[in-house]
């Protein structure tokens, strides 16, 4: 039977696959008899067609010991990217502006070679760009490297509730881990409220990302500050933070909150969304 908290991952797994998740595109793999690298581990992680990066940013802070290339030929949104790594002072993810068409002629090329590569097949609109793909991946992949088509939210879906459902044997985030995605996720709440489109946090016991709406977003900013508070103080806090961001809730906070605190609340602490020191009391 699937909890509360895995079922709301399950309704929104076409938002998953934004963030392009290592651990449960190991998961999916596994079910298929392919092993792909875990967190934990080292190995090279190359993201074709990036957008904004925030995936690659966040799969970064989770997984330390990996390298990870993000590439989009929009240079805008590599800057994006390039901005929120810099800021988060997360040094593991280099990123890359190219059209795909030429990539596989790029300077990049000629770099080391990958575990993964991953890229959107939806955003696939030609042959040319097709073609480009599969040449990358036959430079680029290191004997047994996998090349990942990312637009199928069903096998997201499925690989993300069975994790889920094992949470409790995740082990815990080492502390520098912790650390990256806590700073991190203070940014991305931060641009969350000023208005940006990130719906994705940082999960360091996950080593991938977990997806989150402005509540929820508000809601970590204020325990990242505060850590412990909760009950009718988080209320009131997260109130204030999202009517001093221009986004108040015209309803329904109270029970949303009631509702994050009892459902959401324990696994963000079990993942290491939190510092170490915030415990609930009452053992939720």
């Not at 925030?54 to 993000?70: Q, T």
């Not at 989009?72 to 502006?97: Q, T, W």
Request: aromatic share 4%; glycine share 8%; with cysteine.
């Amino acid at each position: 039977m699937l909890t509360p908290f895995a079922q709301s991952v399950l309704s929104e797994a076409d938002r998953l696959t934004d963030a392009c998740p290592p651990l449960w595109l190991a998961a999916t793999a596994s079910a298929r008899g392919v092993r792909l690298p875990q967190p934990g581990e080292r190995y090279s992680w190359c993201e074709l067609g990036c957008g904004s990066g925030l995936g690659a940013v966040i799969n970064a802070a989770a997984n330390p010991l990996a390298r990870f290339i993000a590439i989009d030929a929009d240079r805008r949104r590599i800057a994006e990217g390039r901005r929120l790594a810099e800021a988060a002072a997360i040094n593991n993810v280099v990123f890359l502006c190219a059209p795909l068409a030429s990539l596989a002629l790029a300077d990049c090329a000629r770099g080391p070679l990958h575990d993964v590569i991953v890229f959107d097949g939806e955003a696939i609109t030609d042959h040319a760009a097709a073609a480009a793909i599969e040449r990358c991946a036959a430079r680029w992949l290191k004997p047994g490297g996998a090349l990942i088509d990312l637009s199928d939210p069903v096998e997201f879906a499925d690989s993300s509730v069975r994790l889920l459902a094992s949470e409790p044997a995740l082990p815990e985030p080492c502390p520098v881990t912790r650390e990256r995605c806590q700073r991190l996720n203070r940014l991305i709440c931060e641009q969350a409220l000023e208005g940006s489109g990130h719906a994705h946090l940082a999960a360091p016991a996950l080593g991938s990302a977990l997806p989150a709406d402005l509540l929820q977003m508000a809601a970590l900013k204020v325990l990242l500050e505060c850590p412990g508070v909760e009950g009718d103080l988080l209320q009131e806090m997260v109130r204030i933070v999202l009517e001093q961001a221009g986004r108040p809730l015209a309803e329904g906070l109270e029970r949303r909150l009631e509702c994050f605190e009892r459902l959401v609340l324990p696994h963000w602490r079990r993942l290491g969304l939190l510092p170490a020191s915030d415990r609930n009391p009452a053992g939720s």
